[in-house]
Structure formats: structure tokens, C-alpha cells
């Protein structure tokens, strides 16, 4: 983990008291901690630095999770839907450079929640001082960080049943690693104080969370009070295997959050107790595609939102 982003850290097992963590480094090379604690001097909780990875998840590993974004199949997966473009494959979307192209470029720290094996965070290291990729996924996270670190990454791709082909993406020139990092942490308890983040995305992750409106209320709280952005993407695939039915924001005839989740979310962002209030500025959808195996794909209407304050 980049040295610098330890004093931007904040407790998440505290949360929604904000205490700093005090970095003790056993190893580091060229400004990477490799190996270290991030500890909580209020509840005295330590957070483990291994391999250059900060483990700030309070919660012990979720078995439903872990069994499927733990997967090397659905890491090549998703190392496809991030990266296809870059291997030249005619049915790779550009979903990403799409999303970010809503991303209006400025100083300071942009958050990927979710952001899986880290495409969007690359993105946006582009546009902001210093883009952090937020996931659950161990797997996901350590691929991210060894392309981060090496420029290029093999995978196995699928072509079918057992058989499969080995490819290499290499990382593009333009993309700043430097401005880029990645940690294992829950976007339900971000590790950052409050009003310290400038621009946050939520791509494709809110319909797989077990508390979607813990996730919004933490986007609210870490964001910047004004000069934000917000951009919210996702099909809204609502499902018990993620949450419970009261749970979800949308997808539901009767009840509170009736309706749809992209209505719904617009309407909670707007007038919704989040303080300072959103303004959405913009609402589209992007096509988004996932390669299961060489003949398999599943195409996916991710619906966004871009919002400001
Ligand atoms: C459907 S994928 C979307 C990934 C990426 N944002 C994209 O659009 O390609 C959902 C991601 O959210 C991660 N995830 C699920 N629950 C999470 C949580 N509570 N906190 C952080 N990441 C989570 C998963 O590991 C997975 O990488």
C-alpha cells in the first residue's frame, strides 16, 4: 500500500466515530508498505498490511462472497469485461472508458467501490491525484494490484469446458500507477473521514450489497460537501442471495422504495436526508458485457446516474 494513503485512513470497525490509524511498517520498498498493521489506537483493532495489501474489512470473509468473486473463473471473468478491449477482442465493450468519461477531472482522491480487478480506478488515475479501487474480493484485489505494479498480467481465458488460452494485457502508457491503489475494504464502511473524497463511483455493486442505503449514506458521508460527483451505475438485479426484500431500493410493487432503483436512488440523493442535498445531473445507460466462456456472454443494461453538489 502507497505509504502516503495510510494518513488518509480512518477506522471502519468505529464507524460513525472517525479515529486515525497509526501505521507500524515492517518492510517497505520504494514507498510501498508491504508489510505492516494499520492500528486503531481507540478500539485497538489491527488491520494487516500482507503483500503490499491493506486488509481494512472489519468483517470476517462473507462465504457467499468469497465462494463466488473468489473463483479464478470469475476473475478471468471479470479480468475479460475489464480488460477484453485491451487484447484487441471484437466483442469487448468500452463500458469503462464510457463511465469515465462522465468523470469530470480534478484534484484529490477518487473512490472505485466495488471496482473489482480495477479497470475504472485506472481510469480514473487520469483525472485525480490519487484513484483508490475499493472491493471485497481478495482475488479481484490482488490482480488489480499486481497489474498496477507490473504492467502487464497473464490470464487463462475459458474457450470451453476444460479447455481454455493463456493472454497477456499490458498496461496502456497514459494510465498513472502511481496515482492509482487498491485495497480490500467494504463500501457499506469506508476507511476515509468524512467530506475527503471528491469523486466516488458505484459501478454494477448496489444490487449485490446487503445494505444498499448504508452504502449510499457512506458515499454521503465521505464526499466532499461541495465540488463532489457521484456516478452510480447498475442493473438492478435485485436478488435474496444478496439481500433481504426489505432491503432493496427498488424492485418492489408495494412498500417503502416501490418501484424503480434508479428512481429511487435520484429521489433519496435529492430529498432524501442526504446532507448537503445531489443534484442529478445526467441518467443514461451503458452496455456492459461479461465473458463466461468463448461461446457464453452475458450482455448487461447497467443504468446510471451522475450526480453533483
Ligand atoms: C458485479 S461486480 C462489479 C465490479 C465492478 N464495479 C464493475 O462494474 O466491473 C461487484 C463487485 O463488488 C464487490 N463487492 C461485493 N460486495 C462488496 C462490499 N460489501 N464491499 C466492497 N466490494 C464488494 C465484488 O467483489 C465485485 O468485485
Redesign the pocket.
Known amino acids: 500500500m502507497k505509504q502516503h494513503l495510510a494518513g488518509k485512513l480512518i477506522c471502519p470497525s468505529c464507524l460513525p466515530q472517525e479515529h486515525v490509524l497509526q501505521v507500524d511498517i515492517r518492510s517497505v520498498e520504494a514507498e510501498d508498505v508491504v508489510d505492516g498493521t494499520l492500528t486503531c489506537r481507540h478500539c485497538d483493532r489491527c488491520f494487516p498490511i500482507k503483500d503490499g495489501i491493506a486488509f481494512l474489512d472489519p468483517a470476517p470473509p462473507d462465504e457467499r462472497?468469497a465462494n463466488r468473486?473468489e473463483q479464478e473463473e470469475v476473475l478471468s471473468s471479470?479480468l475479460w469485461?475489464?480488460y477484453g478491449d485491451l487484447l484487441g477482442d471484437e466483442q469487448a465493450t468500452d463500458a469503462y472508458q464510457q463511465w469515465a468519461g462522465l468523470m469530470v477531472p480534478h484534484t484529490g482522491m477518487a473512490l472505485d467501490?466495488?471496482?473489482?480487478v480495477g479497470r475504472f480506478t485506472f481510469e480514473m488515475s487520469c483525472k485525480c491525484d490519487l484513484a483508490v479501487g475499493?472491493?471485497?474480493?481478495l482475488a479481484?484485489i490482488q490482480a488489480a494490484r499486481r497489474f498496477m505494479q507490473e504492467g502487464e498480467l497473464r490470464f487463462t481465458l475459458k474457450d470451453e469446458g476444460l479447455l481454455g488460452h493463456e493472454v497477456i494485457i499490458r498496461r496502456p502508457a497514459h494510465w498513472q500507477p502511481e496515482r492509482v491503489e487498491f485495497i480490500v475494504a467494504?463500501?457499506?464502511r469506508l476507511p476515509f473521514p468524512a467530506h475527503t473524497i471528491t469523486s466516488l463511483a458505484s459501478?454494477?455493486?448496489v444490487d449485490?450489497?446487503p445494505k444498499p442505503s448504508t452504502h449510499l449514506e457512506e458515499i454521503n458521508r465521505v464526499a466532499a460537501t461541495s465540488g463532489s460527483q457521484l456516478l452510480l451505475s447498475d442493473p438492478f438485479s435485485w436478488s435474496t442471495e444478496a439481500a433481504e426484500i426489505d432491503q432493496w431500493l427498488g424492485g418492489k410493487a408495494n412498500g417503502p422504495y416501490a418501484g424503480k432503483g434508479l428512481d429511487n436512488i435520484e429521489t433519496i440523493l435529492r430529498h432524501g436526508g442526504l446532507t448537503p442535498g445531489w443534484q442529478v445531473t445526467q441518467r443514461a445507460h451503458v452496455w456492459w458485457k461479461i465473458r463466461t466462456h468463448s461461446n457464453h456472454y452475458e450482455l448487461i443494461r447497467s443504468c446510471f446516474l451522475k450526480a453533483a453538489r
Open positions: 462472497l468473486y471479470y469485461s475489464h467501490l466495488g471496482g473489482a475499493i472491493d471485497k474480493s479481484f467494504d463500501a457499506q459501478l454494477n455493486l449485490k450489497l
